[in-house]
């Protein structure tokens, strides 16, 4: 911070002073009776006004800076008001909204945890003294006592329906409006009148139990019924937004019974308008160290034509996440799965070695950091998916981001650079494999559609033949500090592929891997292939 920075830092603390002062004045510690700093920033009362002193405290200072860059007579002042002013109305919103919920909690007996959302995607405990916060969101876990939904279904049960309305009334802007009493303070209008630029996203989750591409369609629905109760409450539409995150995004370890039941909620995710929004979407991550290793599990071809849905996302990624979620190309439902020219799967010869053989570890580096908290701790690193190969993993599939208004699919992050619609190829013992339609989002590294894989086996250069083989696999992407890992599961004369692709140059790959089974035997070669063309 330079010198003229830190004269304005302090200007701006001093106008906090008089600001907080003039509104409500330091909090009081209960103990002691005397102004307490804890009390003021970090209480532990959920009902606190926390976010609000803090949002005072980073609007001042960011409001004093941008009008001092003005340049104009006591700008900086001016602006460490304005500043102190709209930092204060969004953290006094995040208070109510924390306090209200609590009370619902407590009211319903419902496992509820509120985290707030930093402007890098990331949660953190409530309550905290992070000034970069854009949002809320609150996590309800499904309790085999007290059920969100009928089982299998997304029809909502009595009590859950009781009481999803009354949270859904805490993000209403005309309900809200209704409670106010005629002397209400400007301050308390003004926070109500946030509510109109709210985006609401509602987020199914379940464990990794079962089917993905089932857990997905099924936390769709759910959120979208969800969705529903809040639409009836007086939320427009065009703020409303649901997903079907399924198994893609766990906040606790699926190796445990307690973590798998942590997965299974739904979630209210709140940010002040649509640029947080968005930001929220691009920058959303998986912790992919909860995913379970499938051990002793051959990978199984999930390959569904016609399918509106796709395997994870990870900022690593995602995982689902995502990151925003993958997007599926229409072209997929021309795509012919798992067959060749005569309708039946041949056999290859890849060549290789067994399966069980050590070769150096996929180099992609350290995963991105994660967007969820630790509400259990994690197993070991070397027990995840990523420390193993594509065997010991599976398509985890994640419904997109849609929009209640219309049930469209948001479209959320550019492609990373060298990673749309491209094709690679590379001969092994003879046999080109090639990939076509490789495409990966850059915001979180997620897959943007299903490839096409072919196979042409005994090929000769320069030979105009159809493929022996053809096939759009499901794939997982994780995006390293050093690379990308894009791992496509096959599930017929192959069962799967890692693919390396270096950050530093997406032209080629680097330590990759093909699995496939001969005569019984597990065996995997080595495949390296390069890109023809975007």
């Not at 990624?317 to 795509?335: F, I």
């Amino acid at each position: 911070m330079t010198k003229k920075t830190r004269g304005i830092a302090k200007r701006s603390l001093l106008v906090f002073v008089c600001c907080a002062t003039a509104i409500t004045g330091c909090a009081v510690d209960p103990k002691t009776g005397q102004p307490s700093f804890k009390e003021t920033f970090a209480s532990d009362d959920p009902c606190s006004d926390n976010n609000r002193n803090i949002g005072i405290v980073a609007g001042t200072i960011l409001g004093a800076v941008l009008g001092h860059q003005l340049d104009k007579k006591g700008g900086a002042l001016i602006g460490a008001g304005m500043g102190a002013l709209a930092g204060g109305l969004v953290g006094r919103d995040m208070d109510r909204k924390r306090c209200e919920l609590s009370k619902l909690a407590k009211k319903y007996s419902l496992d509820m945890t509120i985290a707030e959302v930093k402007t890098d995607g990331s949660l953190s405990n409530a309550s905290t003294k992070n000034p970069d916060v854009t949002g809320l969101s609150v996590s309800i876990r499904d309790q085999d006592s007290a059920a969100q939904f009928e089982v299998g279904s997304d029809q909502l049960t009595p009590n859950a329906q009781v009481y999803f309305s009354e949270i859904a009334n805490e993000y209403s802007y005309p309900k809200q409006l209704a409670l106010l009493p005629r002397n209400a303070s400007p301050e308390a209008r003004q926070t109500v009148e946030l509510l109109k630029n709210k985006r609401l996203l509602i987020v199914g989750h379940t464990d990794d139990s079962g089917s993905s591409q089932f857990n997905a369609d099924l936390s769709e629905r759910r959120a979208r019924a969800l969705a529903a109760i809040f639409e009836k409450a007086g939320i427009s539409p065009r703020n409303l937004f649901f997903q079907g995150a399924g198994e893609t995004l766990p906040i606790a370890d699926n190796r445990t019974s307690e973590g798998r039941a942590a997965n299974r909620r739904v979630e209210i995710i709140d940010l002040t308008d649509e640029k947080a929004f968005r930001q929220y979407l691009a920058t959303r991550t998986a912790r992919t160290d909860y995913y379970r290793v499938e051990r002793g599990k051959s990978p199984k071809s999930t390959n569904i034509a016609n399918s509106n849905e796709h395997a994870i996302p990870m900022k690593v990624e995602s995982g689902v996440t995502a990151k925003s979620r993958p997007q599926r190309a229409a072209a997929e439902s021309e795509a012919l799965v798992g067959t060749n020219k005569a309708g039946t799967s041949p056999r290859f010869d890849f060549g290789g070695m067994p399966s069980g053989t050590k070769v150096s570890m996929l180099d992609i580096g350290s995963l991105a950091p994660s967007a969820g908290f630790n509400l259990i701790s994690s197993a070991q690193a070397d027990d995840s998916p990523l420390a193993h190969s594509c065997e010991y993993d599976k398509p985890r599939i994640a419904n997109g981001v849609k929009s209640f208004k219309d049930n469209k699919e948001i479209v959320t992050a550019d492609y990373m650079p060298g990673l749309y619609g491209t094709s690679w190829t590379d001969s092994v013992n003879g046999n080109l494999v090639a990939l076509t339609r490789v495409a990966v989002l850059r915001d979180g590294g997620a897959p943007a559609g299903r490839p096409r894989l072919l196979i042409y086996k005994g090929y000769k250069p320069g030979s105009n033949v159809k493929p022996d083989y053809s096939v759009s696999p499901e794939v997982n992407a994780y995006k390293g500090q050093k690379a990308l890992l894009y791992r496509v599961f096959v599930g017929g004369p192959i069962n799967c592929l890692d693919i390396v692709i270096p950050n530093a140059d997406p032209s080629i790959s680097k330590g990759s891997w093909l699995y496939y089974d001969a005569n019984g035997r597990p065996l995997k070669a080595s495949f390296n292939p390069k890109k023809i063309k975007s």
